[in-house]
């Protein structure tokens, strides 16, 4: 999906990644991360999000929830991580991390409340009363009061298959009722997802109709007397997106995640301020019927892989179509078009989801200057190996 244009405007990682697996530095299965570029993109983001007055809560699960790029996001000036369910936001506190929205597409359960509500993320997102009144429970004990984010669902929204759930706009009067009259929280605000999307027809990220239900949703708070909402719109935040909110002013919060990484949609058809900077590195093991298989572990079913790099330099390679595995089944391999030597390196750039892989990740510096260097490898769950 990315290929063509991480090749293009990323060579130095490219040819980095051949290199290393050249000289037996990595394994296949890894995916290499310039943490240069993503830091530079990062910067950018925020840069555009602080001009039109937007906050920022950085997604790092696809890049493996890498404690690293959290803290050098926090330093940069990210007031935080959304974390996007219960095991992600232990891995950021167990890093000292800010959390600044939890339960993203996942409740926290029960049993993780008293710690998370302790660690005090600034928002936790919900979606069913039952788990308003637990988190009542427990930060009341605790003396606290917790922010929340409801999520709100309409007819004719986006909801994405394992991820529905969400309260609709003719709900909320009595969810709020309910809200006022229990210790330990307050409604903070509504949020949804996606609320941006790439239109396939005019290549242009454009707000969903879910993005409408979150604005219906925030003039109902507004209308009972809920005061500073957060009217959270995530999905493909990125500077081009960040720039599209300007005419929803009411938008308070985004979330980037693959626009950290110059990975979104948009990123695969054109050139934008971001650069992709994150690639796929495995091997050819062996051949069968005139196709090559190269190692797998990294495969997500959206990764709308397409094409490969196979050779040893980006002066020596040759572009080859990948089969990837059914998705019933599991990756142990990718199929080439052709074939190639055995041990041949091979380099792809596709949507990853690495918290969903058995993948090693690899965090590089210094490419741009030419002087690279591997400053940590994590599995894909954010633990340095």
């Known amino acids: 999906m990315f290929i063509r244009k991480t090749?293009?405007?990323n060579p130095e990682l490219v040819e980095a990644g051949f290199d290393l697996m050249k000289k037996g530095l990595i394994l296949p299965d890894t995916y290499v991360i310039d943490t240069d570029r993503f830091l530079a993109n990062a910067e950018k983001i925020l840069q555009e999000a602080r001009r039109q007055g937007i906050d920022l809560y950085f997604m790092l699960k696809q890049i493996g929830r890498n404690p690293w790029l959290a803290q050098k996001l926090v330093e940069m000036g990210y007031p935080g991580a959304v974390t996007v369910d219960f095991r992600?936001?232990?891995?950021?506190?167990?890093?000292n991390i800010p959390i600044?929205?939890?339960g993203h597409l996942v409740q926290c359960p029960r049993g993780f409340l008293k710690e998370i509500i302790a660690y005090g993320p600034e928002y936790m997102t919900v979606y069913s009363r039952e788990k308003i009144r637990e988190i009542s429970r427990e930060a009341a004990s605790q003396g606290k009061v917790m922010k929340l984010l409801i999520k709100v669902a309409d007819q004719g929204d986006l909801i994405y298959s394992g991820q529905s759930a969400g309260f609709s706009p003719d709900q909320l009067p009595s969810l709020l009722d309910e809200i006022d009259s229990l210790p330990g929280v307050m409604t903070g605000g509504v949020t949804s997802f996606p609320a941006f999307l790439l239109n396939d027809q005019s290549k242009a990220l454009e707000a969903t109709h879910n993005l409408e239900t979150l604005m219906k949703a925030g003039e109902i708070l507004a209308a009972r007397g809920v005061t500073d909402i957060n009217i959270n719109a995530p999905s493909a935040t990125c500077v081009r997106t960040i720039s599209a909110m300007s005419v929803y002013p009411a938008i308070s919060s985004a979330e980037p995640g693959h626009g950290l990484s110059g990975t979104t949609p948009l990123h695969a058809l054109q050139d934008e301020p971001e650069i992709p900077c994150v690639i796929y590195m495995t091997e050819v093991s062996h051949d069968f019927h005139g196709h090559s298989y190269?190692?797998?572990g990294g495969h997500y079913r959206r990764s709308h892989v397409k094409e490969a790099l196979a050779g040893t330099s980006l002066a020596d390679v040759e572009y080859c179509k990948v089969i990837p595995a059914d998705p019933a089944c599991i990756d142990y391999y990718f199929e080439l078009d052709r074939t190639f030597p055995v041990?041949?390196?091979v380099?792809?750039?596709f949507r990853f989801q690495i918290f969903v892989t058995r993948s090693h990740t690899v965090l590089v510096q210094g490419l741009a200057s030419g002087h690279p260097e591997i400053i940590g490898e994590y599995d894909s769950l954010g633990r340095k190996l």
């Not at 992600?88 to 890093?95: G, K, L």
Request: glycine content about 4%; overall charge negative; some cysteine.
């Open 7 to 9: 090749a293009e405007r």
């Open 100 to 102: 600044c929205n939890v």
């Open 88 to 95: 992600e936001a232990q891995v950021m506190m167990d890093h």
């Open 343 to 345: 041990s041949t390196p």
């Open 294 to 296: 190269c190692y797998g």
């Open 347 to 349: 380099c792809m750039a």
